[in-house]
């Protein structure tokens, strides 16, 4: 009794957590396209307010985009820990012996996957209606794809210390805005520069150095995070 | 020579109450240590923080002789817990909670079949969490807990939901697991009929 089966690996967790994930996100896709819709209405409806002219639009566009993309974000980040805690996953996660910031980082994976990649995929779409140039659009998918990596990281530490409070929408946003600024103004920012004819690799370089900050500081944030407010 | 789990002076707090005041009790393989208390008297907390999700006031808990807050990972390789709420996935079928189980902690695959039928749960395969009953649901958590082939159970309230043959499936299957050189504490208010080394505790 005492010589039990083989633990499994630290890096199988992470990937259980993302294929289970993965999986309910695709058996309830109305998770995924609510901010995914938000996105995508925000964004299209700025264009009918501001008018036709393409100066406005092209000057605006990168702007609005960017402050959408983190709203939708945040919007998503609430459901994160929530499901997982109200039917006690969540506690079963916090007693197995693999570490927990293994498991917190297949999560944020996951999220990232379901809200992040969608909008990175979106955006062109989306952007068009900005009249952005096609090389601009190329920039903007960039930017998008590593803000967002930063933006799930940063969110999964709030969702974990909201996670057993009701209503905790606005305590998480209060959280993670403070962090999730430099992200939002760099992005918005470079690919502003880009539509003017100045230089992508600065903007660039600083939202992938944030990226991997985050990416190997955050999970350990995230799993003192769930203990914690687990009590 | 140091018990297998043992508890020194525990003293819990919720809030201002004072839960558990000075418990300390020691399991070897092959005992069922036996919660006892009104509802509200701190049986759910105290197996929460056994399971080391509340902090206790004082005192602490030993593994192997070794405090399982500095040594988490042994402890929690060693146990399973079946919790009030069974921490399985609704939308997922019952092969789909189960084989996600086998990432989180060791399980044994080959058996998998024979624990579902030993448990009458094994029509149910394909059929996503939602559509069982609750008593059924329990029986699913019960078949995490016969896969994971730990040593020691954490059990609270194993007999909610569960119907008459169930009740007695989870006193056989505990008595077998003692008798294998296992543990287990349980959480109940029901008479239970299980022999050998029993300690109750009441709270």
């Known amino acids: 009794?005492?010589?039990?089966?083989?633990?499994?690996?630290?890096?199988?967790?992470?990937?259980?957590?993302?294929?289970?994930?993965?999986?309910?996100?695709?058996?309830?896709?109305?998770?995924?396209?609510?901010?995914?819709?938000?996105?995508?209405?925000?964004?299209?409806?700025?264009?009918?307010?501001?008018?036709?002219?393409?100066?406005?639009?092209?000057?605006?566009?990168?702007a609005v985009l960017w402050v959408a993309a983190l709203l939708a974000m945040l919007l998503s980040l609430n459901s994160l820990f929530l499901s997982d805690y109200e039917d006690g996953s969540l506690d079963q996660m916090l007693v197995s012996p693999l570490?927990?910031?293994?498991?917190?980082?297949?999560?944020?994976?996951?999220?990232?996957?379901?809200?992040?990649?969608?909008?990175?995929?979106?955006?062109?779409?989306?952007?068009?209606?900005?009249?952005?140039?096609?090389?601009?659009?190329?920039?903007?998918?960039?930017?998008?794809?590593?803000?967002?990596?930063?933006?799930?990281?940063?969110?999964?530490?709030?969702?974990?210390?909201?996670?057993g409070l009701h209503r905790g929408t606005a305590l998480l946003s209060l959280l993670i805005l403070p962090m999730a600024m430099p992200v939002l103004i760099f992005g918005a920012r470079t690919v502003s520069l880009v539509a003017a004819g100045d230089g992508v690799a600065g903007g660039?370089?600083?939202?992938?150095?944030?990226?991997?900050?985050?990416?190997?500081?955050?999970?350990?944030?995230?799993?003192?995070?769930?203990?914690?407010?687990?009590? | 020579m140091t018990a297998k789990l043992s508890a020194n002076e525990l003293v819990l707090f919720r809030g201002e109450r004072c839960l558990i005041n000075d418990l300390s009790f020691a399991l070897d393989p092959g005992g069922l240590l036996l919660l006892e208390g009104r509802n509200g008297s701190g049986k759910t907390s105290l197996m929460r923080a056994i399971a080391g999700l509340i902090e206790f006031e004082s005192g602490e808990i030993l593994w192997d002789g070794k405090p399982v807050r500095a040594h988490r990972q042994d402890f929690y390789?060693?146990?399973?817990?079946?919790?009030?709420?069974?921490?399985?996935?609704?939308?997922?079928?019952?092969?789909?909670?189960?084989?996600?189980?086998?990432?989180?902690?060791?399980?044994?695959s080959e058996d998998f079949d024979e624990v579902l039928k030993r448990l009458d749960i094994d029509r149910l395969k394909r059929l996503p969490l939602r559509s069982l009953s609750a008593g059924q649901q329990r029986r699913v958590a019960l078949a995490r807990m016969l896969l994971s082939r730990v040593p020691?159970?954490?059990?609270?309230?194993?007999?909610?939901?569960?119907?008459?043959?169930?009740?007695?499936?989870?006193?056989?299957?505990?008595s077998e697991h003692l008798e294998r050189g296992g543990m287990c504490l349980m959480a109940a208010h029901q008479d239970i009929e299980i022999g050998g080394n029993v300690q109750k505790v009441v709270l």
């Not at chain 1, 995914?36 to 501001?50: D, H, Q």
């Not at chain 1, 600083?206 to 900050?213: H, M, N, P, S």
């Open chain 2, 77 to 108: 390789g060693s146990l399973v817990w079946m919790a009030h709420r069974v921490g399985l996935k609704a939308d997922l079928t019952l092969v789909e909670n189960l084989k996600f189980e086998a990432h989180l902690r060791a399980q044994s």
């Open chain 1, 1 to 62: 009794m005492t010589e039990h089966d083989e633990i499994p690996s630290m890096f199988s967790g992470m990937l259980g957590i993302i294929r289970r994930d993965l999986l309910l996100a695709w058996k309830r896709p109305g998770d995924v396209l609510n901010p995914l819709f938000f996105f995508a209405m925000v964004a299209a409806l700025f264009p009918l307010a501001i008018g036709p002219s393409p100066e406005q639009l092209q000057f605006s566009g990168p």
């Open chain 2, 152 to 174: 020691l159970w954490l059990m609270d309230e194993p007999f909610t939901n569960l119907d008459r043959e169930g009740r007695a499936l989870v006193m056989q299957l505990t």
């Open chain 1, 99 to 163: 570490p927990l910031s293994a498991l917190a980082l297949g999560k944020s994976i996951t999220h990232w996957l379901t809200s992040g990649l969608p909008l990175v995929l979106v955006s062109p779409i989306v952007a068009i209606t900005f009249q952005m140039p096609l090389s601009v659009i190329g920039v903007l998918m960039l930017t998008l794809m590593l803000g967002t990596i930063s933006l799930s990281m940063l969110g999964s530490v709030g969702a974990a210390l909201t996670v």
């Open chain 1, 204 to 231: 660039l370089y600083f939202l992938g150095a944030y990226a991997v900050l985050v990416l190997s500081f955050i999970p350990f944030a995230t799993a003192a995070a769930l203990r914690i407010s687990n009590e």
